[in-house]
């Protein structure tokens, strides 16, 4: 059975600070892709890292992918008060054609003053 | 991007009733479709792949005869809530992959729908 975990589940975070989250798979894929979802919202896309070595940038967030350890890291830099949100990361439940993604059970974050 | 909607955004309904969701690719066609379900803070679990044209596969432990999912065209997919219940009160989130390949094959995901089955 495909598993994505996530750790930790739950971060509390200075504003300020800089901490990463973790995202474990056990699938040989890939391709990795992060979401943030907000109180009510549905999935914003982040990131889509498609291959070993990837690393993606945005303002204070950066993903990155190492498919020969299956780990992918999301990195908050300077974290600020707007970066509170759930993260998920997912991968492909299987290597080709049209398929749904398998979700880690994401990261609550909280970054307070 | 692509855009995939929902429509209702959410929805009250009393036990017993039946609710529809429908699912649309505005820009582009979906052979596929995929439904999911996230419970509060939880994480977001499969349900269903959707697929034009014909049966949806369910994923295990999904009731397919509670679960009603039409694919009749290629831009909408629906899923119907059939005699609800508290337990299925949830957020219903569909996506879709546009049929071309891209660099990210990435999947876009609806808005979702709030069931409240009081």
């Known amino acids: 059975e495909l598993k994505v975990e996530q750790n930790p589940l739950f971060l509390s975070m200075q504003e300020g600070k800089n901490y990463t989250i973790y995202c474990n798979y056990s699938?040989?894929?890939?391709?990795l892709y992060w979401y943030r979802q907000d109180p009510g919202k549905s999935l914003e896309s982040l990131f889509v890292l498609l291959s070993n070595g990837a690393v993606k940038q945005e303002g204070r967030l950066m993903a990155s992918l190492d498919t020969k350890a299956r780990l992918s890291t999301l990195h908050i830099t300077a974290a600020v008060h707007d970066l509170s949100a759930t993260y998920f990361c997912a991968v492909d439940r299987y290597a080709s054609g049209n398929t749904p993604l398998v979700f880690g059970k994401g990261t609550r974050l909280s970054v307070i003053a | 991007g692509a855009v995939v909607s929902q429509h209702p955004s959410w929805v009250i309904c009393k036990s017993g009733t039946s609710v529809k969701i429908e699912c649309r690719s505005l820009?582009?066609?979906?052979?596929?479709m995929f439904w999911y379900r996230q419970f509060p803070k939880q994480s977001l679990m499969l349900m269903a792949t959707s697929n034009e044209g014909s049966k949806a596969t369910y994923e295990q432990g999904v009731e397919k005869d509670k679960f009603l999912i039409n694919h009749a065209s290629l831009t909408l997919s629906t899923l119907t809530v059939t005699s609800a219940h508290p337990e299925d009160s949830s957020f219903y989130i569909c996506?879709?992959?546009?049929?071309?390949?891209?660099?990210?094959?990435?999947?876009?995901f609806g808005p979702g729908t709030r069931l409240t089955v009081l």
């Open positions: 820009d582009f066609q979906a052979t596929t």
């Open positions: 996506s879709a992959r546009p049929p071309l390949a891209t660099p990210y094959n990435e999947q876009f």
């Open positions: 699938t040989t894929s890939d391709r």
